[in-house]
């Protein structure tokens, strides 16, 4: 098969997204052609058109990469990708949107008030608390505040990078991250529990070598890790994702637990989560690129 790997893009994780284009592409051809394009680069329409590929392995991070922009492109164009649908690719993007289907659906996730440009609200669960864009991923513009007088300058850090920001609650816990590989017959890859000696899991703990750990299994009682399980599936299908996400959950010393946040597009870099979880799953990195072609291939034959 032709496969176009889109990686790069202009979202503030071009760097990451370059690197998972590169890992992705490197283990796809070993069977197939291969074509890495960059969506921000001159031509790029052209390019697509010209190479004409049965599969477009999507390893754009952020922005219009995981959005539903490339994914409604794509289907304009009649052309099949990897992962989820324009749709979930927009709502789980959106964690303002996102956490409000999970309340709905009374999957828990912090509480939170949308944040406004103009005052700084008052927090009615306290401090701290955290500041997030609503539509960036790589915990980018992401502030822990821990007293009113910080609230302003995190709200202006975050509003910076997005137009929509929201402040939620501070949760105390152990962070894991579970993944799932599937469309409706779906596979739950081992949970991971990630430490870092930072304040958060935020993008050097993420993307530097020896900024975090992943710790497999998780050190939590395991009828915690069933619930998690649960409830990372349960989200998987509210949000109708499909291919591959990964879901962020806290979970406290009580066993109460929430969700953070759904990544759609995950990251693909030698230091990221998905692919560990799947090694330790005993699929190798080869073996899941060619399984989230096949995925993309199948939801975009059936729809």
Do not use: W
């Not at 998972?20 to 058109?49: C, E, T, Y």
């Not at 409830?231 to 291919?243: D, H, P, Q, S």
């Amino acid at each position: 098969m032709k496969i176009v790997v889109l990686c790069g893009g202009d979202s503030p994780e071009r760097e990451v997204s370059l690197v998972s284009g590169k890992s992705v592409a490197k283990a796809l051809s070993k069977k197939h052609r291969v074509f890495r394009v960059d969506p921000a680069s001159k031509g790029f329409f052209n390019k697509l058109i010209k190479i004409r590929p049965d599969c477009v392995f999507i390893a754009l991070h952020g922005g219009k990469g995981e959005n539903g922009t490339i994914q409604g492109f794509l289907e304009t164009l009649k052309i099949p990708y990897t992962g989820s649908g324009v749709c979930a690719s927009a709502i789980c993007m959106n964690k303002i949107v996102m956490k409000k289907i999970l309340i709905f659906h009374n999957i828990p996730t912090p509480e939170f008030i949308i944040a406004s440009k103009k005052d700084a609200p008052e927090v009615p669960f306290g401090f701290p608390c955290v500041v997030k864009p609503a539509s960036l991923g790589s915990t980018l513009g992401i502030s822990i505040i821990e007293n009113p007088s910080q609230l302003k300058t995190g709200l202006r850090r975050a509003f910076e990078l997005d137009s929509e920001v929201f402040i939620e609650k501070f949760i105390k816990g152990k962070e894991i991250t579970i993944g799932i590989i599937g469309n409706e017959k779906l596979q739950v890859l081992p949970p991971i529990e990630i430490r870092t000696e930072r304040k958060l899991y935020d993008y050097t703990a993420k993307y530097k070598k020896g900024g975090s750990q992943h710790i497999i299994p998780p050190e939590i009682e395991q009828n915690f890790l069933d619930v998690a399980q649960e409830y990372a599936i349960k989200t998987y299908k509210v949000l109708g994702c499909c291919g591959c996400a990964r879901m962020e959950i806290i979970i406290q010393e009580d066993g109460r637990m929430f969700i953070l946040d759904v990544n759609t597009v995950p990251g693909l870099t030698p230091l990221s989560l998905l692919p560990d979880a799947a090694k330790h799953a005993g699929i190798s990195f080869e073996s899941l690129c060619e399984k989230l072609i096949e995925l993309g291939l199948e939801r975009c034959a059936k729809n």
